[in-house]
């Protein structure tokens, strides 16, 4: 059973790693390289250490209720989404709450981990850091991989003709931090994800232009949904999971689509998705405004670069760049692990939902937080978190490599021959995947049964957003605090927002107020009234006015 665990990276991942091994009795040891935790969101001025950060005015795109510690919720006055440096005060808390710092090893670079000679029948690990130059190693019963999805740019240089002769600055979103420097410039943004839509915005408040270059177009979705109430919170439901499971894909679509150029016509705005395409989402509050405002113009994907301009697709072109930026993603590695282990990690479908590599004879190797969900990361890599340290102590079983192996390899040649599509890089469904892992470790919540022993909290489990909270209801790490975050997650989204109480008497809703109040009264007396004239012109019918006279 293993005992000692290596944790590669504070960051949100490599924090909940260390929590889930010490509520599990393991003995954690995380090398962060860096001299502080919340990786990515630790925000620095430079990125000389070439390190993937945020830049400075970057906003959560998941609210708070739904991207939180499943036992440890925001404070109540925590805006609902945040700058990156309140985020980062929250980890920072995290942190503190349970005491996580003491296990964390500063400064200190996993440079490799591989198997030891009775790995068959320990599983054990050798792990190799250095720290300032020394180097030193250790033997673990178990490693976590929590090194990020975003560690190297990419940067398709390849793609761009001609893009070596330009005379420009050209750099990656890496490298960006702030809008200084790009006053009065006309800069060409390549790439619409999520970074490509905030640097554009941003720029355009102080660039001469922003031309923003997309081969696939994006769904824009906004952080502000109907009535006002955070898009996660909204969206992200039980029974609307379950609509989407039962409905069939071009219905659902079709509704998609209808929702979401209901609020924006994309193709109006030159966001819609290109043909061919898999469509993609994006979390931009602003990008529209500065379409329509002509302050950033959307253009198709760039065909080459002279000297000094772009020349696109759709055969325009923009002439006198001063800057290009590259908004095109990132990629992951995994330098310090030996071969076939390394090239094995790096393809998806080798990896047991998203965690355990298929080829290892035990599993005390685990990924953690190399996913694409379509919600929170974070909570998805606690949960993972949760089943990996479950499975070290030998809590919960996997099925054997071989068995792995052969499938995922079967998987691999169906999709090499076309016969089934690639999804290992597609978003996830996140309460499909969140359940799935729940259900390995056993605390994904059973909606029928809580019906029967507390109606009321079943009814906000399936119908109300599907917060983290919900995999702390029962089972390894039920939390006694689960029930009532779930009951009054609402009062911590809309805390921050009522910092302004109007005094009910002027507020134009009054009339809906009226109406409660009176409404009822009135619809007795009219159903009275109905029924009286019926009674009246029953009496009519069947004793005619004349027989009276
Ligand atoms: C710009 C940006 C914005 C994002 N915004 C959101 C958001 O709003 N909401 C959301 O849910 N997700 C967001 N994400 C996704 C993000 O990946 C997760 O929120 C989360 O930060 C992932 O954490 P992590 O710990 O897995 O990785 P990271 O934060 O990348 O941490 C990895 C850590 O590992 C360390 N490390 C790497 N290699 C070694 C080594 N060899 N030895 C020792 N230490 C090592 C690094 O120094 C780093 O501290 C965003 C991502 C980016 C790039
Ligand atoms: N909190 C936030 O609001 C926030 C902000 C920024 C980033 N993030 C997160 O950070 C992560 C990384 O986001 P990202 O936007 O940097 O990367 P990304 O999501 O990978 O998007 C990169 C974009 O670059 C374009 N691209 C990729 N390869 C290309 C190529 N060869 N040639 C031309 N264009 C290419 C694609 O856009 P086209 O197909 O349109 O060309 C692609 O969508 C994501 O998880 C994201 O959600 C979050």
Redesign the pocket.
């Known amino acids: 059973m293993a005992r000692r665990v290596a944790v ?7 924090l909940s790693s260390i929590k889930c091994c010490l509520d599990e009795d393991l003995e954690p040891t995380c ?4 001299n502080d935790i ?4 630790k925000f620095t001025e430079t990125s000389k250490d070439g ?2 950060r ?2 400075r005015s ?1 906003v ?3 609210c708070k209720e739904m ?1 939180c510690y499943s036992d440890f919720p925001f404070q109540e006055d925590y805006p609902n989404y945040m700058n990156q440096g309140k985020f980062w005060d929250y980890l920072q808390e995290f942190v503190e709450h349970f005491d996580l710092l003491k296990y964390i090893r500063f400064r ?3 440079c490799s981990v591989t198997k030891r000679p009775d790995f068959s029948e320990t599983g054990q690990w050798d792990v190799v850091t250095e720290t300032e130059g020394k180097r030193d190693r250790g033997v673990f019963d178990a490693v976590m991989v ?6 190297n740019p990419h940067l398709p240089l390849e793609s761009f003709p001609g893009i070596h002769k330009f005379k420009g600055q050209i750099l990656h979103s890496q490298e960006y931090k702030s809008p200084e420097g790009f006053q009065g410039k006309r800069v060409l943004v390549i790439g619409l994800g ?2 490509g839509g905030d640097v554009a915005v941003e720029l355009s408040r102080t660039a001469a232009q922003v031309l923003l270059s997309t081969r696939t177009g994006a769904w824009v979705i906004h952080r502000c949904s109907n009535g006002g109430y955070p898009y996660n919170m909204v969206i992200t439901r039980r029974y609307l999971n379950f609509m989407a499971q039962v409905l069939p894909s071009c219905v659902l679509n079709w509704i998609q689509e209808r929702q979401m150029n209901k609020r924006l016509n994309h193709e109006n705005y030159g966001l819609s998705i290109t043909k061919g395409r898999k469509p993609k989402f994006i979390v931009n509050d602003e990008l529209p405004i500065c379409i329509l405002c002509g302050t950033v113009t959307m253009k198709t994907s760039v065909k080459e670069f002279t000297e000094t301009s772009a020349v696109f697709e759709d055969g325009t072109v923009e002439e006198n760049l001063d800057v290009v930026i590259f908004t095109t993603g ?1 990629t992951f590695s995994f ?2 692990l030996e071969e076939p282990l390394k090239s094995l990690c790096t393809k998806k479908i080798f990896l047991y939902k998203q965690v355990f590599p298929s080829n290892l004879e035990r599993a005390t190797l685990a990924i ?2 190399l996913i694409s969900l379509k919600g ?3 909570s998805g ?1 606690e949960l993972q978190a949760r089943w990996a340290t479950r499975v070290f102590k030998g809590l919960c079983k996997i099925p054997p490599s071989p068995k792995l192996m052969a499938e995922a390899a079967k998987k691999e040649q169906l999709i090499e021959r076309g016969v089934m599509k690639d999804i290992s890089k597609d978003k996830l469904e996140y309460i499909t995947y969140m359940d799935d892992i729940a259900a390995c470790i056993g605390t994904k919540p059973s909606v029928p049964f809580l019906f029967l022993k507390d109606p009321r909290l079943a009814w906000e489990v399936f119908f109300g957003p599907c917060t983290p909270y919900q995999y702390r209801l029962k089972g390894p790490g039920k939390w006694d605090g689960a029930r009532n975050a779930i009951l009054t997650q609402w009062d911590r989204t809309l805390k921050p927002l009522k910092t302004r109480i109007v005094p009910d008497s002027t507020k134009p809703g009054s009339m809906s107020r009226y109406f409660k109040v009176w409404g009822v009264p009135i619809l007795l007396a009219s159903l009275l009234l109905i029924c009286k004239s019926s009674l009246f012109l029953k009496l009519v019918q069947e004793f005619p006015l004349t027989s009276i006279w």
């Not at 590669?8 to 490599?14: D, F, K, P, Q, R």
């Not at 919340?38 to 969101?41: A, P, Y």
């Open positions: 590669i990276g504070a960051g949100v991942s490599g090398f962060e390289r860096s919340g990786g990515l969101w390190m993937t945020v830049y970057l959560t795109n998941v991207s200190t670079t996993v929590c090194t990020g999805h975003f560690l999520n970074t990132y330098p310090f953690i937080g929170s990361i974070l890599t």
